[in-house]
């Protein structure tokens, strides 16, 4: 069975959106694209390479079309980007000419394909992709890249409808710019009780 694995660079009010480049995503009249670049230094660079270490990826229609139009011409910053299969999921998207693409339809599809041999699946941004696996139970892994930055609007990692569940913080970083980078694995079931008890 393949990990799911989730990636995300977020702030501290969840929102996802754009986080590398100005013109990365505007949809929404989002103003705030590139986000991340001000806290990039070199705690950040190396916790990079090993999120960046080679996986399939799982990707949402509107991320892949921003990654199929970059990461062609540019994988030298991500070694293995364009060897690896790259799963989409969408119902318009069809075909592409980025090497090793194959599109998903539904949830199912993925529960398939999660459930077959292979390399692990790490999906990047996504958001509303990563919501869907969430409510139904189907990611076994987070790494959350953290920002010490609040933009009050913009796409949001989490929603309303994601199943309960625990993870256990498994590596983290505090990098010298204050982006708290951690890596949580699934633990099982929500535990509860009372405080001081």
Known sequence: MRKIIVLSFITLDGVQQAPGAREE????????????????????????????????????????????????????????????????????????????????????????????????LKIWGSSKLVQQLLKHDLVDEFWLNIYPVILGKGKRLFDDEAMPAAFTLVDSTITSSGVIMANYKKAGEVKTGTVGA
């Open 25 to 120: 995503d505007p949809s929404g009249g989002f103003k705030y694209g590139g986000w991340t670049a001000p806290y990039g230094d070199e705690d950040s660079g190396k916790v990079m390479q090993k999120q960046m270490a080679p996986a399939d990826l799982l990707l949402g229609r509107n991320t892949f079309k921003i990654f199929e139009s970059y990461w062609p011409q540019h994988a030298d910053i991500w070694p293995g980007v364009n060897d690896v299969t790259k799963y989409v999921l969408s119902n318009t998207v069809t075909k592409s000419d980025w090497s090793n693409v194959a599109f998903l339809k539904s949830v199912a599809d993925i529960e398939k394909l999660k459930n077959s041999n292979g390399a692990d």
